[in-house]
């Protein structure tokens, strides 16, 4: 059984940055790519950004976040990480990370592992 625990999570000003990460509990794990989603009061889950694990090639599924949020990996501590930056308000959620370990990291419906998401608050 492997959790994914996510961290970093809080609350930020307008035009800032925040940082959260995504720790896989065991190290043997081995997915074939990880991924972020975010879902804010009272919409649906949105699927963000992926990365394959084997060669760190981001997909950014939601062209919002493309040029202010970065995905990055490291598979030493098996931890992903969202830096996310020019934050707005509309950029208010619940992030939750995910694996996949099938091979189609552009697909949402194939994260089959979650964590228990952090919230992340813009202020405006």
């Known amino acids: 059984q492997v959790q994914l625990v996510e961290s970093g999570g809080g609350l930020v000003q307008a035009g800032g940055s925040l940082r959260v990460s995504c720790a896989a509990s065991r190290r043997t794990f081995n997915p074939y790519a990880m991924g972020w989603f975010r879902q804010a009061p009272g919409k649906e889950r949105d699927f963000l950004v992926s990365?394959?694990?084997?060669?760190?090639?981001?997909?950014y599924a939601d062209s919002s976040v493309l040029g202010r949020f970065t995905i990055s990996r490291d598979n030493a501590e098996n931890t992903v990480y969202l830096l996310m930056n020019s934050l707005k308000a509309e950029d208010t959620a619940v992030y939750y990370c995910a694996a996949t370990t099938s091979g189609d990291y552009r697909d949402p419906g194939r994260y089959n592992y979650w964590g228990q998401g952090t919230q992340v608050t813009v202020s405006s």
């Open positions: 990365i394959r694990w084997s060669t760190g090639t981001p997909y």
